[in-house]
């Protein structure tokens, strides 16, 4: 008998039963799908030596005038400018105190110092850096004072404790000679709160922090109440920067990665600046800092408490004015439909906005009105507020329930995994969940934190390639992306042994510098005629190719797993499972039932070396099938 050619459908398919399936995959693992054929992903390497404080949620990359490249990071605790290998920390400061406002006082044997300012306003975990200390007399010494902490635990409202520690580092005890109060010269420069690592669906009784808020009583948006979250754009040259539920600020360029950035509402020429906002975007020709979810004047001056259905926009190309007169351009309006701005997006020659149950599309028009919103769809609001993305055919977003393709109108994107995406998708961390373009191979990612996993972070993703309409899933932590453009390859922000850093994605074949492992694909049940007669299986003749990174690879291999079983509701046994390399002709096997899958695994069980610096792709495999009796 012929032997019979695999040839399955491109994508993962999970809205159907494993029979039903027939002819396709579905389940996968860190694979794509590329003219119809499924391969390994790239790999990932650590971007340089350095790492940061926090997770890095938002990434925002640019050129200068003189050529200097940047990428803007926001993290859950402060925000960077990376130029080169380095990270520079720019996070604007809240307040300074006046010199001797702020006392220390140690205990013999402890390396837990308390630290006294009245009204300081801090939060766990926030960061202050002081200067101007004095020796406490012992082994606290001035340097050991006067550099940044990192606030260990809030007392009270006057008071909080950190960990002493010298300039490495390295934890300082304190003897009995530490008994001064730093002197009267302390000053504590403290950095904005750092807000929370997890998303808050509401606020009041039983969200947030232990005391926080009045019993029964819900409290205004804030950044001490929102899981930190940042969203950046440029104006010319500088950055702006917003951290949702609080401040904007501005970083200017020229003064270099040593100023921090600084509060666009108490800059000098500052008129009418919101003080608050959900988001920013600048629009792209007209270049005006449009504010999502500002605060509203009263008077002359702005409340300081979200309106989270407003929208604010500068006069054209100063993004100090708000104050709306007859001889700007500067304005607001009150979006109507839904309840809270999710996000907003810069698109082809408009500014989509997205509430929780709405779609809006801003245009410029020029005086006097400046933007005309128009209400593009009710019914498929945002996930997230990054839960949309510029392809190169359009927008695509994800809702709370699937994902949505905007081109001028919104549709519902047919997915072949919609159900097992959007049943795992935990939705009380539903803000950490992000869309992104990884334009090289026509793919949008968006990755999730997922019920199963039960992290509370970021564990998986799904991929839609839009050039060939396939689906494929995974399980990979990230926490943002940033596509290739201004970088060579596409970044995005991880982990490595607990430190937090920048990957080069689509760089080489493994996991930083390990072997990737977990990489699989399974297919879906295949049988004789309608599943009636059973198969014999006699051998297997592998369509696989191994490439490292100069080409054609000798080396590498993949499991070959057969599994079978007689009925579709019956549990799935492993049949066999063969090594296939680049020099194997075929392999022998003896399997007999109705129904039997496929699995094509990295070789996770076997010698590392033998996965490592290489991707496979998989062609077309045939196999030698009988009918064997019914029987």
């Keep these: 008998m012929p032997f019979t050619k695999l040839n399955f459908k491109a994508g993962i398919d999970k809205e159907n039963t494993k029979y039903s399936a027939e002819g396709g995959w579905i389940d996968g693992n860190l694979v794509r799908f590329r003219k119809g054929l499924v391969e390994k992903i790239g790999g990932w390497v650590k971007s340089g030596t350095n790492s940061f404080l926090g997770l890095g949620r938002a990434l925002h990359s640019w050129i200068s005038l003189g050529g200097t490249r940047y990428i803007g990071i926001g993290t859950t605790f402060k925000y960077y400018i990376k130029e080169g290998e380095t990270y520079y920390d720019v996070t604007p400061l809240r307040?300074?105190?006046?010199?001797g406002d702020v006392t220390f006082a140690a205990t013999n044997g402890s390396s837990t110092i308390t630290v006294t300012d009245t009204g300081h306003g801090a939060e766990n975990n926030d960061f202050v850096t002081f200067s101007g200390a004095s020796s406490l007399g012992g082994l606290v010494t001035a340097a050991v004072l006067n550099q940044e902490y990192q606030i260990l635990l809030v007392t009270s409202a006057n008071a909080y404790t950190i960990t002493a520690k010298d300039t490495s580092g390295a934890t300082v005890t304190a003897n009995a000679s530490d008994s001064g109060n730093g002197g009267g010269s302390v000053v504590g420069a403290y950095q904005i709160n750092v807000g929370l690592d997890d998303y808050v669906k509401s606020t009041g009784w039983g969200v947030g922090t232990w005391g926080a808020g009045t019993f029964g009583s819900a409290s205004a948006i804030s950044s001490v109440n929102q899981l930190r979250t940042w969203t950046h754009d440029n104006f010319g040259e500088n950055l702006i920067i917003n951290v949702r539920g609080a401040g904007i600020y501005r970083w200017v360029e020229n003064s270099g990665t040593s100023v921090r950035a600084a509060d666009l509402?108490?800059?000098?020429?500052?008129?009418?600046?919101?003080?608050?906002?959900?988001?920013?975007?600048?629009?792209?020709?007209?270049?005006?800092?449009?504010?999502?979810?500002?605060?509203?004047?009263?008077g002359s001056s702005r409340t300081g408490v979200i309106d989270p259905m407003l929208v604010a926009f500068s006069d054209s190309e100063n993004e100090l004015d708000f104050e709306t007169t007859t001889t700007n351009s500067a304005g607001s309006v009150r979006l109507s439909s839904g309840s809270l701005i999710i996000g907003g997006l810069k698109s082809r020659q408009e500014v989509l906005i997205w509430t929780d149950t709405s779609l809006y599309s801003m245009n410029f028009i020029g005086p006097p009105l400046t933007f005309a919103l128009n209400l593009i769809n009710e019914g498929a609001g945002l996930v997230s507020p990054k839960g949309a993305i510029n392809a190169p055919n359009g927008v695509y977003f994800a809702s709370k329930t699937g994902f949505y393709f905007y081109n001028g109108s919104?549709?519902?994107?047919?997915?072949s995994v919609q159900e097992y995406v959007f049943n795992d998708l935990n939705l009380d961390q539903a803000f950490k969940c992000f869309m992104s373009l990884n334009a090289e191979f026509g793919e949008v990612w968006f990755f999730y934190p997922s019920i199963e996993d039960d992290t509370g972070e970021i564990s998986?993703?799904?991929?839609?390639?839009?050039e060939e309409n396939s689906w494929s899933i995974g399980s990979l932590v990230r926490y943002a992306w940033l596509d290739a453009g201004i970088e060579d390859k596409p970044m995005a922000s991880g982990q490595v042994s607990s430190s937090n850093c920048l990957f080069e994605h689509e760089s080489g074949f493994n996991n930083n510098t390990s072997s990737m492992d977990g990489v699989f694909i399974e297919s879906a049940d295949v049988d004789i005629g309608d599943g009636d007669a059973f198969a014999f299986v006699k051998k297997v003749i592998p369509d696989i190719s191994f490439v490292n990174d100069v080409g054609t690879s000798q080396n590498g291999a993949v499991n070959f797993v057969l599994k079978r079983r007689n009925f579709p509701n019956e549990t799935l046994s492993t049949d066999s499972t063969l090594q296939v390399t680049a020099s194997t002709t075929y392999q022998s096997l003896r399997s007999r039932a109705r129904q039997v899958v496929i699995r094509i695994e990295s070789d996770d069980d076997n010698d590392p070396v033998d996965r490592l610096n290489y991707k496979w792709k998989l062609g077309s495999t045939r196999m030698d099938i009988q009918p064997s009796g019914r029987r």
């Design 95 to 99: 307040s300074t105190t006046s010199a």
């Design 265 to 298: 509402s108490g800059i000098s020429g500052a008129n009418q600046v919101p003080t608050v906002g959900l988001q920013i975007v600048t629009s792209e020709t007209d270049r005006h800092l449009i504010v999502l979810g500002a605060d509203p004047l009263s």
């Design 410 to 415: 919104v549709n519902r994107l047919p997915c």
């Design 460 to 466: 998986r993703y799904v991929i839609y390639n839009y």
